[in-house]
T-cell receptor
Framework: AQSVTQLDSQVPVFEEAPVELRCNYS??????LFWYVQYPNQGLQLLLK??????LVKGINGFEAEFNKSQTSFHLRKPSVHISDTAEYFC????????????FGQGTTLQVKP | ETGVTQSPTHLIKTRGQQVTLRCSSQ?????VSWYQQALGQGPQFIFQ???????GRGNFPPRFSGLQFPNYSSELNVNALELDDSALYLC????????????FGEGSRLTVL
């Protein structure tokens, strides 16, 4: 079975500062990794995904994440955040052989302050 | 290209009632999955449909059931509603054999009183 742990429930940060949202996963089989963002009262939007290849993945809105197999981590980073980045962020994992079943973490609330 | 659409967006039911939620897949997608997101939690996988058959299920009781239609749209049915069923229900579509990206709808928020 797979599991995902997001190490911070809330991350407050000032505008234009860098941010890192931490995600660790557990799995005995090959997995794909995802970060989704959820704005208030909306569905989930994909930020980026790791399927294979380069361990540094770039996504939308200036976000990037690094897959670290030895540490089973997939931390999300942004060098300079904006007020509009305030949202809930979810790390997710799925078996590479199963299209639909994503296992999500509990989420991290990113609060960007002016 | 139309995205994933869900209806209704909000609804209120009482304990013991039944509810049906609907989802239209993104154009060209043949797989639909449903997730339950309780307040302050991450989404939990309910089940997935491919070619009109359920082909994966999470830890949800049989009173949660679904359908997928030939046009790949889908329904989620919940019988004998309980207070803990109050949540945002998210539908996601994808292409079997594709990169695995799920495209989510905006959800149906169910309140059970």
């Amino acid at each position: 079975a797979q599991s995902v742990t997001q190490l911070d429930s809330q991350v407050p940060v000032f505008e234009e500062a860098p941010v890192e949202l931490r995600c660790n996963y557990s799995s005995s089989v090959s997995v794909y990794l995802f970060w989704y963002v959820q704005y208030p009262n909306q569905g989930l939007q994909l930020l980026l995904k790791y399927l294979s290849g380069s361990t540094l993945v770039k996504g939308i809105n200036g976000f990037e994440a690094e897959f670290n197999k030895s540490q089973t981590s997939f931390h999300l980073r942004k060098p300079s955040v904006h007020i509009s980045d305030t949202a809930e962020y979810f790390c997710a994992v799925r078996r590479s052989s199963n299209t639909g079943k994503l296992i999500f973490g509990q989420g991290t609330t990113l609060q960007v302050k002016p | 290209e139309t995205g994933v659409t869900q209806s209704p967006t909000h609804l209120i039911k009482t304990r013991g009632q039944q509810v049906t939620l609907r989802c239209s897949s993104q154009s060209g997608h043949n797989t639909v999955s449903w997730y339950q997101q309780a307040l302050g939690q991450g989404p939990q996988f309910i089940f997935q449909y491919y070619r009109e058959e359920e082909n994966g299920r999470g830890n949800f009781p049989p009173r949660f059931s679904g359908l997928q239609f030939p046009n790949y749209s889908s329904e989620l049915n919940v019988n004998a509603l309980e207070l803990d069923d109050s949540a945002l229900y998210l539908c996601a579509s994808s292409l079997e054999g594709g990169s695995g990206e799920l495209f989510f709808g905006e959800g149906s928020r169910l309140t059970v009183l």
